[in-house]
C-alpha cells in the first residue's frame, strides 16, 4: 500500500491514502462538508458546489468532493467565507425551487430542507417569479416535477453508471435544463427506482408510494427480497398494516442500495384482492370456506387414512418458504408421513456443483465477491434479467476495480456494453465455448464462474473441470432462480437428498414421477404451483394445497390452506450463493397462518412429535443438524449474511433431467410475479424488451 | 439514413481521429456538418449520430438542446445570430437585435416567411474584444453598428 499521507482539516490532524477526497478525509474525522452530488460509488460531477472549502495557499474556495488530498494541506470547513459559500449555494438552488415542503413527498427526509436548515438562510433575495414547469410522469413508477430538480446528476449518473440503463439524461441549460426520459416523453428502462431513491429531493417520486405517507409516520422493516435468488435486504415501509415503499437507503445488506423493481416496489402482491384468506375445503364439487379446524381436522383425517393403508404419498416444497419451514417439511414427510417422495421445481444444479467440489467450501463465491474477484465469467445466464443484483455487482466492480469480464450466452446480455469478451452460442454449445476462452482465462489472478440453469449434471462436473484445469483460485455461483430455491436443496425437498446434501435411504418419487403416478394417493403442495405447467395423473389423488392464491393447482385441490408471505413472517432463507440471512415480518394478514406454523398445527392434530414448530428452535436444529448450516447466530441476529458452506454432495446419479430453469425476466416472477399489479402495469412487463438474451 | 459522399467521407476520418473508445467525441462536429447537409438536426438525423458514436439518442438530443447553434428547425437561409450577452450589452448589442428584428419583421427563432432569413439572439459567441458582434450562418461581423448592421441585411437581401 502506498504511504498515507498527512494533512489538517479544521486544525485536526488526520491522515488518508493519497487519491482520498477531502470530503471523505472529513468524514472520517466526523466534520460533516454538505454535499449534494457528490455520491460515493458514482463519477465525480462537480455541480452543486455546496462542498466548499477554504484550503490553505489557494487562491479561492476548491470543491472538497473533487479535491485530492496532499501532504501538508490545511484544509478548513468552519469559516465564515465557507459559511457564507454554503448560504449562496442554497440561495441560488432555491431560486426556482417550490417553497412547498409541506405539501412535497420528500418532505422530512429531504437533503435540501435538511441543508437549508443547517447551512441556509431564512430569506431569498430574489424576488422573480419561479420558473414553474408542470410535472411529468415517465412511467407508472417514475415521476418528475422539474422545478424541485437540482440538477445534482445523482439520477442520471446511477442509471447509465450503476445500471448500464442509460435512460435518464438532462437536457437544454440554465435555468430550464431539466431531466428527460430516454423515450420522449416517457421511460423504457428497468424501472428499478434507484433514479428516485437517490434523488435527494423532491424531484423524482415514485407512483407507488407518493403522497401515501410521510416517512416519520411508517415502521421501517428490514426483511428479504421475496423474489429471485440473490437475496437483498429490503427495507419496508410499512404503516397501518400495509407496505407502502421498499428501498434500502442504509446501504444494510448484501446489495447495499441496489434493488430491482421487485424488491423495490413488487411487495403489492400481498394485498391483491384475491388473496386467499380462509381455508377452503371441497364440497360438492367446490372449494367452499371453512374454519382452520376443520380445514385441518380434514386434512389430518386424510393424511393418517393414507399412511395407515400405507398409501403413496407425494409432497412439493416450494422455491420461496424459509429454511425452518422446507426443513420441518421434509422432516413432516419423512418421519411424520413416512415418505420418501418430497421434491420441489428444481431451478438449477446445485447438487451437481457441490459434488463436483467434493468438499472445497471455499470455492463458493459470495455476493462480496462479485465486487471485488479480478475477473468473473458469466454462463448461459442474463444477469440484468435474471440476477439483477448481481449485474450490478459486477458492473461496479468494473467501474471500481476494472474487472474483466467474459460471458458465454445465447443473446446480447447488458455485460456485452463492457466485457472484454462475449461468446454467442446456442443452448448446449456452451462449454465448448468455455473452453475455448482458457488461454485469456489462464492468465486471470483469479476467476469467478456464474453459471445458469441450462448447465446442469455433467455440463457442471465438465465446467468445475475446466476450472480447475486453469490453475488460478476459481469460485463458482450456480443460478438458481427463486427466494429461497437453493434453501429448498440445502433442507433436503429433494427425494434423493436429506438435509445438507446427505444422501436419503429410501428415495421416493421426484416430482414429476408424483404428477405421473396413476396410484398416488396424496399430493401435498406448499407454495408450489406444479398443474400450471402439468397434469396430475392420479385423478382420485387427495390434494392439499399452501398457498397465496388460487393458483392453477390449488383450484385442483381438496383442501386449500392460505399461507403467509415471506413478508409475513420470520425465519431464514438462503441466497443462490449460499448465503443465510433473516427475514422479519413486516406486518399480518388477516386470515392467513405461515407455513411452518400451519405444518405445526398439522402435526398436532395427528399426534406426530416432530418438534416445535417456530422458527427459532427449528432454526437451531439446521444449525445443530444441517451440514454447512453451523452458522455464528450473531451474524444472522444483527441482519448479516452468513456463508454456509455444505460438505460434499454425496456420489449420488446426477438428475440434470428434473432442473427446469424458470426463465423469469426482471418483469415476472412465478405466482407471486402474476399477483403484482405494479410489474403488470409498467412497459417493459413481461420482459419483451429484451427478448433473445441469456438464458 | 446516408449522407453525400463528401459527408461520408468526412465522417470516416472524423471517426478516426479519436483515440480507441472515444467515438463520442465526434459527436458535436458531426451534429454541425450533418445540419448543414440536411438543414436541420431532425430525429432522424438524431439516431444516425447516435448509432456512429456509440451513444444513445437521449445523449445526443442533451447536446442538440444545449448548444444552440444546433436546431431542430430549418433555419433561413441566412442565419442571423446577433450577441447579446455582456460584452455585447454593454456595447448595444441589444439594440442591434431589436434593429434587425424591426427590419427583418420576426423574433427571436423565427424564420422569414420566404425562408430567406431567421433571427436568434445568442449568448457570448467569443467574439467580445471586437463587440458588438453578429455571427451570419459561419461568418463573423465584428464591431458592428447600427448602419453596419442595415448594409449587411441589405446585401444579403440582394445575393440571389
Ligand atoms: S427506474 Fe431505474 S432504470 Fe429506470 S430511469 Fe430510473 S434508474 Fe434508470
Ligand atoms: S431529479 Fe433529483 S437526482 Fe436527478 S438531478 Fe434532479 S435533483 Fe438530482
Ligand atoms: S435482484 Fe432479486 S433479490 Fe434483489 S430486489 Fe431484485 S428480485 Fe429481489
Ligand atoms: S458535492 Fe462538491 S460540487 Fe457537489
Ligand atoms: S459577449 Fe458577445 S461575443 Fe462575447
Same mark, same amino acid.
Given at each position: ?164 440503463? @442509460? ?73 397501518? @398494516? ?25 411487495? =403489492? ?53 424459509? @429454511? ?44 462480496? =465477491? ?293 426463465? =423469469? ?31 | ?16 481521429? +479519436? ?13 454541425? +456538418? ?43 437561409? +441566412? ?17 442591434? +437585435? ?47 453598428t447600427p448602419e453596419k448592421l442595415d448594409k449587411l441585411l441589405a446585401s444579403l437581401e440582394k445575393i440571389q
Open positions: 500500500m502506498a504511504e498515507l499521507v498527512h494533512l489538517t482539516i479544521d486544525g485536526r490532524p488526520v491522515e488518508a491514502a493519497p487519491g482520498t477526497l477531502v470530503i471523505d478525509a472529513a468524514k472520517k474525522l466526523g466534520i460533516e462538508i454538505p454535499a449534494f452530488c457528490y455520491y460515493e460509488g458514482l463519477s465525480l460531477q462537480a455541480a452543486c458546489r455546496m462542498c466548499l472549502v477554504e484550503v490553505e495557499r489557494a487562491p479561492k474556495l476548491l470543491t472538497a468532493c473533487t479535491l485530492p488530498v496532499a501532504e501538508g494541506m490545511v484544509v478548513r470547513t468552519a469559516t465564515p467565507a465557507v459559511a457564507q459559500a454554503r448560504k449562496s449555494m442554497l440561495e441560488l438552488l432555491l431560486t426556482n425551487h417550490p417553497l412547498d415542503c409541506p405539501v412535497c413527498d420528500k418532505g422530512g427526509e429531504c437533503e435540501l430542507q435538511d441543508m437549508a436548515f443547517r447551512y441556509g438562510v431564512g430569506e431569498s433575495r430574489f424576488a422573480e417569479t419561479k420558473v414553474h414547469v408542470p410535472e411529468k410522469q415517465f412511467s407508472p413508477v417514475v415521476f418528475f416535477d422539474a422545478p424541485r430538480c437540482i440538477l445534482c446528476y445523482r439520477c442520471v449518473r446511477i442509471c447509465n453508471e450503476g445500471l448500464g440503463v @442509460n435512460a435518464l439524461g438532462v437536457v437544454n441549460r440554465g435555468a430550464v435544463s431539466e431531466i428527460a426520459p430516454n423515450r420522449g416523453d416517457h421511460l423504457e428502462c428497468d424501472e428499478c427506482g434507484a433514479c428516485i431513491d437517490i434523488c435527494p429531493v423532491g424531484a423524482l417520486t415514485s407512483g407507488i408510494y407518493r403522497y401515501h405517507a410521510r416517512p416519520w409516520e411508517m415502521e421501517h422493516v428490514g426483511t428479504i427480497c421475496t423474489f429471485c435468488s440473490n437475496g437483498c435486504k429490503t427495507t419496508l415501509g410499512v404503516r397501518g @398494516n400495509r407496505i407502502l415503499r421498499g428501498n434500502n437507503r442504509d446501504r444494510s445488506g448484501v446489495n447495499g442500495e441496489f434493488l430491482c423493481i421487485k424488491g423495490r416496489y413488487a411487495f =403489492d402482491f400481498l394485498h391483491h384482492p384475491e388473496r386467499l384468506q380462509s381455508p377452503l375445503v371441497r364440497s360438492g364439487g367446490e372449494l367452499r370456506p371453512v374454519s382452520w379446524v376443520q380445514a385441518l381436522g380434514a386434512v389430518a383425517e386424510r393424511f393418517l387414512e393414507a399412511r395407515a393403508r400405507g398409501g403413496r404419498i407425494g409432497v412439493v416444497g416450494s422455491n420461496r418458504t424459509t @429454511n425452518e419451514e422446507n426443513y420441518f417439511l421434509q422432516k413432516f414427510a419423512r418421519q411424520g408421513l413416512g415418505t420418501g417422495s418430497i421434491d420441489h421445481r428444481r431451478t438449477g444444479d446445485v447438487p451437481a456443483l457441490l459434488s463436483a467440489l467434493a468438499g472445497r467450501g471455499d470455492a463458493l463465491a459470495t455476493v462480496a =465477491d462479485l465486487y471485488t474477484t479480478k475477473a468473473a465469467l458469466v454462463v448461459a445466464s442474463d444477469l440484468a434479467q435474471q440476477h439483477p443484483l448481481f449485474a450490478f455487482q459486477l458492473r461496479a466492480n468494473w467501474r471500481h476495480h476494472h474487472a474483466r469480464v467474459y460471458t458465454v450466452t445465447r443473446g446480447p446480455v447488458r455485460e456485452d456494453q463492457y466485457s472484454v469478451q462475449a461468446l454467442r452460442v446456442p443452448p448446449g454449445g456452451e462449454l465448448e465455448a468455455v473452453e475455448s476462452l482458457a488461454p485469456a482465462l489462464r492468465k486471470e489472478p483469479e476467476l469467478v464462474i456464474l453459471f445458469g440453469g441450462g448447465i446442469r449434471g455433467a455440463a457442471v462436473q465438465r465446467l468445475v473441470a475446466f476450472g480447475d484445469s486453469l490453475g488460478i483460485p476459481v469460485k463458482y455461483v450456480c443460478l438458481v432462480d427463486y427466494s429461497n430455491s437453493r434453501g429448498a436443496f440445502d433442507m433436503g425437498l429433494a427425494p434423493e437428498l436429506l438435509p445438507g446434501y446427505q444422501p436419503a435411504p429410501n428415495p421416493g418419487l421426484t416430482l414429476a414421477e408424483m404428477l405421473a403416478a396413476p396410484d398416488l394417493d396424496v399430493l401435498w403442495v406448499v407454495g408450489a404451483n406444479p398443474l400450471r405447467e402439468a397434469s396430475l395423473a392420479a385423478e382420485k389423488a387427495f390434494v392439499v394445497v399452501q398457498d397465496l392464491f388460487l393458483t392453477e393447482t390449488a383450484a385442483r385441490a381438496d383442501v386449500v390452506l392460505p399461507a403467509a408471505s415471506a413478508y409475513e413472517k420470520a425465519g431464514t432463507v438462503t441466497n443462490t450463493c449460499g448465503e443465510v440471512q433473516r427475514l422479519r415480518p413486516a406486518l399480518k394478514v388477516m386470515g392467513v397462518k405461515s407455513d411452518l406454523e400451519i405444518f405445526g398445527l398439522l402435526a398436532r392434530a395427528m399426534r406426530l412429535e416432530l418438534g416445535g414448530a417456530r422458527p427459532e428452535p427449528v432454526f437451531e436444529e439446521i444449525r445443530a443438524n444441517v451440514p454447512g448450516y453451523g452458522v455464528p447466530a450473531a451474524v444472522l441476529a444483527t441482519g448479516g449474511a452468513a456463508q454456509t458452506c455444505p460438505a460434499a454432495a454425496p456420489e449420488i446419479p446426477p438428475r440434470p433431467d428434473l432442473v427446469r430453469p424458470a426463465s =423469469d425476466t426482471l418483469f415476472t416472477s412465478g405466482t407471486l410475479g402474476r399477483y403484482s399489479k405494479v410489474l403488470s402495469s409498467v412497459l417493459e412487463f413481461p420482459g419483451e424488451l429484451y427478448k433473445g438474451a441469456g438464458e | 439514413m446516408t449522407f453525400s459522399p463528401d459527408l461520408e467521407a468526412r465522417f470516416a476520418r472524423l471517426l478516426e481521429s +479519436y483515440p480507441p473508445g472515444r467515438r463520442r467525441s465526434a459527436l458535436i462536429p458531426m451534429l454541425m +456538418y450533418a445540419q448543414d447537409e440536411v438543414g436541420a438536426v431532425t430525429g432522424e438525423v438524431v439516431e444516425e449520430v447516435a448509432r456512429r458514436c456509440g451513444v444513445t439518442p437521449l445523449q445526443v438530443d442533451e447536446v442538440v438542446s444545449y448548444y444552440s447553434m444546433l436546431h431542430r428547425q430549418p433555419q433561413g437561409k +441566412y442565419h442571423v445570430q446577433v450577441c447579446t450577452n455582456i460584452s455585447c450589452l454593454l456595447r448595444g448589442g441589444d439594440k442591434l +437585435y431589436e434593429q434587425a428584428s424591426r427590419k427583418l419583421g420576426i423574433g427571436h427563432k423565427e424564420t422569414t416567411a420566404d425562408g430567406r432569413f431567421s433571427l436568434e439572439e445568442v449568448e457570448c459567441i467569443g467574439a467580445c474584444s471586437w463587440a458588438p458582434a453578429i455571427q451570419v450562418n459561419y461568418d463573423f461581423h465584428h464591431d458592428m
